[in-house]
T-cell receptor, first 114, second 117 residues
Framework: EAQVTQNPRYLITVTGKKLTVTCSQN?????MSWYRQDPGLGLRQIYY???????DKGDVPEGYKVSRKEKRNFPLILESPSPNQTSLYFC?????????????FGQGTRLTVV | GENVEQHPSTLSVQEGDSAVIKCTYS??????FPWYKQELGKGPQLIID???NVGEKKDQRIAVTLNKTAKHFSLHITETQPEDSAVYFC????????????????WGAGTKLIIKP
């Protein structure tokens, strides 16, 4: 089954404690991205990656890091989480350069930073 | 860059009535316009899309219309049912750069659709 898998689904952490949210896709997609979803603000892109070892900032990259060492994985790293990073996070993947650019989303990770 | 505006932010309709959500965009080169539905506790999922060479597309109770001249497209849901309650996102496909053959999706802010019994 084609899917994007995020872990964990829920996470409560304390300010300053480094954390990683994992994302994996099994569709051999080149393009992967991370979004955060906050009430009234829709989906805001944090980082994206066009291919292995190619990453770039989205609209709200401050406080986040990513890596793309393998095509299937795209972890999101919060080196020193702060309460304003409390949010619902989504990983997505898609093919680029195709007529149909359907994005496939993970189930989401609800992060609370206290 | 591309700017996508989506209205309304919340829409409440009586079960059985129709719902319409509208998005406007700014880049006339945009050529692919999908709609995603996000059910509670899940990630967004593609429900219908339209390309710029088509004015309307229907799939059972949902339809999308595109007005390229006015740069807006709309999602229409007829005979709404409780399972239509969700957040709906429009998106617009744009190239990463003018010379690029790779594309990204620019998202609207979302519409929370509430179906009243």
């Amino acid at each position: 089954e084609a899917q994007v898998t995020q872990n964990p689904r829920y996470l409560i952490t304390v300010t300053g404690k480094k954390l990683t949210v994992t994302c994996s896709q099994n569709m051999n997609h080149e393009y992967m991205s991370w979004y955060r979803q906050d009430p009234g603000l829709g989906l805001r892109q944090i980082y994206y990656s066009m291919n292995v070892e190619v990453t770039d900032k989205g609209d709200v990259p401050e406080g986040y890091k990513v890596s793309r060492k393998e095509k299937r994985n795209f972890p999101l790293i919060l080196e020193s989480p702060s309460p304003n990073q409390t949010s619902l996070y989504f990983c997505a993947s898609s093919n680029t350069g195709t007529v149909n650019t359907e994005a496939f989303f993970g189930q989401g990770t609800r992060l609370t930073v206290v | 860059g591309e700017n996508v505006e989506q209205h309304p932010s919340t829409l409440s309709v009586q079960e059985g009535d129709s719902a319409v959500i509208k998005c406007t965009y700014s880049d006339s080169a945009s050529n692919y316009f999908p709609w995603y539905k996000q059910e509670l506790g899940k990630g967004p999922q593609l429900i219908i899309d339209i390309r710029s060479n088509v004015g309307e597309k229907k799939d059972q109770r949902i339809a999308v219309t595109l007005n390229k001249t006015a740069k807006h497209f709309s999602l229409h849901i007829t005979e709404t049912q409780p399972e239509d309650s969700a957040v709906y996102f429009c998106a617009v496909r744009v190239p990463f750069t003018r010379a690029d053959s790779n594309y990204q999706l620019i998202w609207g802010a979302g519409t929370k659709l509430i179906i009243k019994p």
